[in-house]
């Protein structure tokens, strides 16, 4: 929850590559407080069988910039293991790795009340960002 003098962020997943939530994604969070600042890893969650995280911790009052990291590979590992038949997706791979993205890892200014939900569309070759509502 934003307050006056921090902000609040949320984010979901969908793998746009079936049209559905990415269930078990692991995403840490970590903020600074200026563009010189070390960053300050503040911790993580996984998101839920919605494809989202509702347990992302609070911002540090002074925080400008937020890093959002999702662990993509474990996903999409998971996911081809499952599904034994995609193996164009194994063969166009580089390296043989079952995902071209192994991680994804978004950067983005806050400003103090404001609160910021970011969905990540996801596919093994491909995403795109945005900032939600």
């Keep these: 929850m934003s307050t006056s003098t921090t902000a609040s962020v949320s984010t979901h997943i969908l793998d746009t590559s079936v049209g559905r939530p990415a269930e078990a994604v692991a995403v840490r969070l970590a903020a600074r407080a200026g563009g010189e600042s070390d960053w300050q890893t503040l911790g993580g969650s996984a998101t839920d069988a919605d494809g989202r995280c509702k347990d992302l911790p609070a911002l540090p009052e002074g925080t400008t910039h937020v890093r959002l990291d ?3 590979e474990t996903y999409f590992a998971k996911k081809q293991a499952a599904a034994q038949q995609d193996a164009p997706a194994l063969r166009d791979s580089e390296n043989g790795r079952p995902v071209f993205f192994p991680e994804v890892t978004i950067t983005f200014a806050v400003v103090p009340g404001e609160h ?3 969905p990540l ?9 945005y900032r939600g509502s």
């Design 70 to 72: 999702f662990e993509t």
């Design 116 to 118: 910021y939900h970011v």
């Design 121 to 129: 569309l996801l596919n093994p070759f491909g995403y795109s960002v």
